[in-house]
Structure formats: C-alpha cells, structure tokens
C-alpha cells in the first residue's frame, strides 16, 4: 500500500475510536457523576508537551482514557442519603475485597448492615478508610461533610482530590482507581469540602457538543473511506498498466 493508503485508513480507525467514546458519552448522559471521556490527537500532546509547531506529515494516531473532570450540574432529589460535591474532589469507595475506588456518584442508600453504598454496591469510606456504618436513615449532613445522627454520633465524609488527574484510571460505572498500593501517595484531602445533602450531581456531558463530535467524525470517516476507495482504484489501474507494458 501506498503512504496515501496508510494515511487514509490510519483517519478511518481513529474515528471510529472517537465515536466509540462519544457513543459513551452520549449513553452516560443521564448517569449520576457521570464525567466524560476524551480523546485527543497524540500530534497535539506532543506539541504541547514540546512547543513543536512544525506541520509534518503523519499517521492519525490518537491517546485514549483522558476525562473531563468538570463540574455538573446540581439537582435536588430529596433523598436524606443522596449527596452531591460542589467543586474539587472525590469521594471515595469501597468494594467486598476492600479495593479503592473514587467517585463523583453520590446516590447512595443504606444497606441492611447500616453501610453507606453507591448503586454498584460498594461501600462509602470514613476518615479512617473503612466503610461508614450509620445506625439510623435519618441523618443531616453539613457542607463539611459532617454526619450528624439522631443520637448524637458524627461522622465525617472525607473528599480527595489529586494533584495530576491523569493518575486515574476510568473503570466504568463512574468509577476510577489508581495504580493499587499507591492510593496514599497519590491522593490528597480536600480542606474545604462543599457537600451537599439530598442533592445529586448530574453528567457533564454536552448533548449538542456530542452530537456535533458524532456528525463531525461520521462525515470525516466517510472521506476517509471514498479515499480508501480512490487510491484502490488508482493502484488497480496502475498494475494495469503495468501489466501492458
């Protein structure tokens, strides 16, 4: 094949990649926390990261697995157990094998053992990392995170932030981790928490700016493909040719 080809069909696959992440994105749009993905064109890290702003000629590559850490919107659902962050941070989750987990998801409810869990089932954790055990439903929650109970106990939810978010890796679910052992030398304590009590924070997806990403990358693998097409023709013609002479 020729570098034409090569050119061609490297576009093709990267947009098909790009429209597997914004078909995420758009399939996520009502999930609770739910940040979006991103994928970015590795000639545009390299520039970035260099200053490089020669143009040159290369194959379409593209990094994968970056989010979009910004800020959702807001809505009140009523639900004592239901909380939402406003600004930095993360809470972090718990599942059976005592995995770390962190999350913007704050729909949690409790479960038959008085725990704190989200809809996958994994556990809210306390300052001390094990999961929060509440005795009774009926709860109030300060912006600091602070569990008031009925009979007088307090807990505290604590939030995390990181100082390079590119550390976290997308599990799905809205949930992310970092490489395992290494939680406490990556993540750092958020010292002013905003939390909010019987409020959820919805998806940052932008539906129109999906659709404009999808129409974009649809129409730009089309093109890739009618040229996929032409230079198949012209090698075709050319080994005709050939085979005359």
Known sequence: MNRGTYIALSGAIVRQRMMDTVCNNLANNETVGF???QSVFKVMLERAATGDTVERVNLAEIEEGFTD???GNLSPSGVPTHIAIQGEGL?????DDG???YTRQGNLRLDSEGRL??????SLAGEDGRPIVLADPEITITEDGTIQQKDGQRTRIPLYTFDDYSVLIRQGGGQFSVPEGREQELEVRVEEPHIFQGQLEGSNVNLMQEMNHMVESTRIFEACQKMLKTYHTLASEANKLGSLG
């Open 117 to 122: 869990i989200n809809s996958q089932g994994m």
């Open 91 to 95: 809470f972090k989750v718990l599942n």
């Open 35 to 37: 940040k979006k993905g």
């Open 99 to 101: 995995r770390m987990y």
């Open 69 to 71: 850490f910004s800020q």
